[in-house]
């Protein structure tokens, strides 16, 4: 007899797992980075509508195709619109790119774990000897690996627990503590330095005089890229949602805390750059070189918070990454949750070994490179936005109307509204990221 499928346990258990989903190493890290090299509030604004006209619609879209199938995402692609349909490998598309995506954010994430050490420990010495720290950590290969298997570790044992026992359950412990760490975080900016004021100034008075066309290109690829959507995550998530709970409801709830938690790291982050008179645009060594050097003067009452948050937030993302793939096999193999998962955090594990290891390269794009950037660099310009371009187009042009009407649950103005996202705005949004990506728009200098 065929076992029923796994259901969330509770509407409170998916938003907080999806809400982990979306809330990654992406608010904590990019956002505050991204916003402080495109100039603060005009680039906050300007992002804020992107998620409201391209990343919503998407959600909407990917929690209908999962609950509306009851499958994993690429049987859901088959089972919404026929047998042997072509439009299965959008979702295999999403599998690879959650399988690879994984391999090297778990080396990134122990990174993080690495340093809640180095905090407790305590950052001591010259600014060049505190950010020799993180260099050292990234040249070294048992460094790396250590972490990288201790954090794979972390995710198989949660992933293997189950829906209601694995990641519901855990959800509900990991994103209560990282909202009140990164609450903790953001108070401490705004009330005990000189740099609270200046980050508010900063995130939310926009000054247009420095909205580039890059800054809104950057601007609607991260609100696609911080939902975790294109990768097939929110579609398997959909899958195990019960019929009587509201889709778009929990989209708009589910985005509007990704957003919230983004703007919070950026104040808690700013606040301490300012503090110190640091530049806001510091490129991706803001998390691992600049901060440190002010976590000196902080002491580690407020660096072990913030190292603990930033692995919390891609812990939360990585369960879901694996679940994309862990779920096929359960459906269409019938194989055991735990011995899918160990199979699958196995080969996700051994494929990060290439991005653990900074010495592992190969000739990318007219240099040397390392798998993890050029991991990073397929997913982000190639993978995710034809992944998520063809969502749009499945839904807005494909899936049946009444279909989604029904997973909607209505055909009033708000469902035409979605329609027409879906079929025009959505995919010319996403169509600019991937063309920006492949450098190929041409009014930008590249």
Same mark, same amino acid.
Not at 349 to 376: E, H, K, N, W
């Given at each position: 007899?065929?076992?029923?499928?796994?259901?969330?346990?509770?509407?409170?258990?998916?938003?907080?797992?999806?809400?982990? !989903?979306?809330?990654?190493?992406?608010?904590?890290?990019?956002?505050?980075?991204?916003?402080?090299?495109?100039?603060?509030?005009?680039?906050?604004?300007?992002?804020?509508?992107?998620?409201?006209?391209? +990343?919503?619609?998407?959600?909407?879209?990917?929690?209908?195709?999962?609950?509306?199938?009851?499958?994993?995402?690429?049987?859901?692609?088959?089972?919404?619109?026929?047998?042997?349909?072509?439009?299965?490998?959008?979702?295999?598309?999403?599998?690879?790119?959650?399988?690879?995506?994984?391999?090297?954010?778990?080396?990134?994430?122990?990174?993080?774990?690495?340093?809640?050490?180095?905090?407790?420990?305590?950052?001591?010495?010259?600014?060049?000897?505190?950010?020799?720290?993180?260099?050292?950590?990234?040249?070294?290969?048992?460094?790396?690996?250590?972490?990288?298997?201790?954090?794979?570790?972390?995710?198989?044992?949660?992933?293997?627990?189950?829906?209601?026992?694995?990641? &519901?359950?855990?959800?509900?412990?990991?994103?209560?503590?990282?909202?009140?760490?990164?609450? +903790?975080?953001?108070?401490?900016?705004?009330?005990?330095?000189?740099?609270?004021?200046?980050?508010?100034?900063?995130?939310?008075?926009?000054?247009?005089?420095?909205?580039?066309?890059?800054?809104?290109?950057?601007?609607?690829?991260?609100?696609?890229?911080?939902?975790?959507?294109?990768? +097939?995550?929110?579609?398997?998530?959909?899958?195990?949602?019960?019929?009587?709970?509201?889709?778009?409801?929990?989209?708009?709830?589910?985005?509007?805390?990704?957003?919230?938690?983004?703007?919070?790291?950026?104040?808690?982050?700013?606040?301490?750059?300012?503090?110190?008179?640091? &530049?806001?645009?510091?490129?991706?060594?803001?998390?691992?070189?600049?901060?440190?050097?002010?976590?000196?003067?902080?002491?580690?009452?407020?660096?072990?918070?913030?190292?603990?948050?930033?692995?919390?937030?891609?812990?939360?993302?990585?369960?879901?990454?694996?679940?994309?793939?862990?779920?096929?096999?359960?459906?269409?193999?019938?194989? !055991?949750?735990?011995?899918?998962?160990?199979?699958?955090?196995? #080969?996700?594990?051994?494929?990060?070994?290439?991005?653990?290891?900074?010495?592992?390269?190969?000739?990318?794009?007219?240099?040397?490179?390392?798998?993890?950037?050029?991991?990073?660099?397929?997913?982000?310009?190639?993978?995710?936005?034809?992944?998520?371009?063809?969502?749009?187009?499945?839904?807005?042009?494909?899936?049946? &109307?009444?279909?989604?009407?029904?997973?909607? +649950?209505?055909?009033?103005?708000?469902?035409?509204?979605?329609?027409?996202?879906?079929?025009?705005?959505?995919?010319?949004?996403?169509?600019?990221?991937? #063309?920006?990506?492949?450098?190929?728009?041409?009014?930008?200098?590249?």
């Amino acid at each position: 007899m065929k076992k029923s499928r796994e259901t969330w346990g509770s509407n409170l258990g998916f938003i907080l797992a999806a809400t982990g !989903s979306a809330i990654g190493l992406g608010n904590i890290w990019k956002f505050p980075y991204i916003t402080g090299d495109y100039g603060g509030g005009a680039f906050v604004l300007v992002y804020l509508g992107c998620v409201l006209m391209i +990343g919503l619609p998407l959600m909407v879209s990917e929690l209908i195709i999962g609950r509306r199938a009851q499958k994993n995402p690429v049987k859901a692609f088959e089972k919404n619109h026929r047998a042997k349909s072509p439009w299965q490998s959008v979702g295999w598309l999403g599998m690879a790119s959650g399988f690879l995506i994984l391999s090297f954010y778990s080396v990134i994430a122990g990174w993080a774990m690495a340093f809640i050490f180095k905090s407790i420990k305590g950052f001591a010495g010259t600014p060049d000897q505190i950010q020799q720290q993180f260099v050292d950590l990234v040249v070294s290969p048992s460094d790396s690996i250590m972490w990288h298997t201790i954090f794979m570790v972390l995710v198989i044992a949660i992933v293997a627990g189950g829906i209601k026992g694995g990641i &519901e359950r855990w959800s509900k412990i990991l994103m209560p503590t990282l909202f009140l760490l990164l609450l +903790g975080l953001m108070f401490h900016g705004l009330f005990n330095t000189d740099g609270g004021m200046a980050a508010l100034n900063f995130l939310f008075q926009p000054d247009f005089s420095r909205l580039t066309a890059e800054a809104v290109l950057s601007a609607l690829g991260h609100a696609f890229f911080t939902l975790s959507l294109g990768m +097939g995550a929110m579609i398997t998530y959909g899958s195990y949602m019960k019929k009587d709970t509201g889709i778009v409801r929990d989209a708009i709830l589910i985005s509007f805390l990704d957003t919230f938690i983004a703007l919070m790291a950026g104040v808690a982050i700013f606040s301490l750059v300012f503090h110190y008179g640091m &530049e806001p645009g510091q490129s991706v060594g803001l998390i691992f070189k600049t901060l440190p050097v002010l976590f000196a003067d902080t002491g580690p009452w407020v660096s072990v918070p913030f190292f603990v948050l930033l692995t919390f937030a891609a812990l939360t993302s990585a369960i879901s990454l694996l679940e994309v793939v862990v779920v096929y096999f359960i459906d269409e193999k019938g194989w !055991s949750r735990i011995k899918t998962t160990l199979v699958a955090g196995i #080969l996700v594990y051994l494929f990060g070994i290439l991005s653990a290891v900074a010495s592992f390269t190969m000739p990318f794009r007219g240099s040397d490179q390392g798998f993890l950037d050029i991991f990073d660099f397929i997913t982000t310009n190639y993978m995710l936005p034809v992944g998520g371009l063809l969502t749009c187009l499945y839904i807005g042009w494909v899936m049946k &109307e009444k279909d989604i009407a029904e997973e909607f +649950g209505s055909r009033g103005l708000p469902f035409q509204m979605l329609r027409l996202a879906l079929r025009y705005l959505t995919p010319i949004g996403i169509a600019l990221v991937l #063309l920006h990506g492949l450098e190929l728009l041409p009014f930008m200098e590249y």
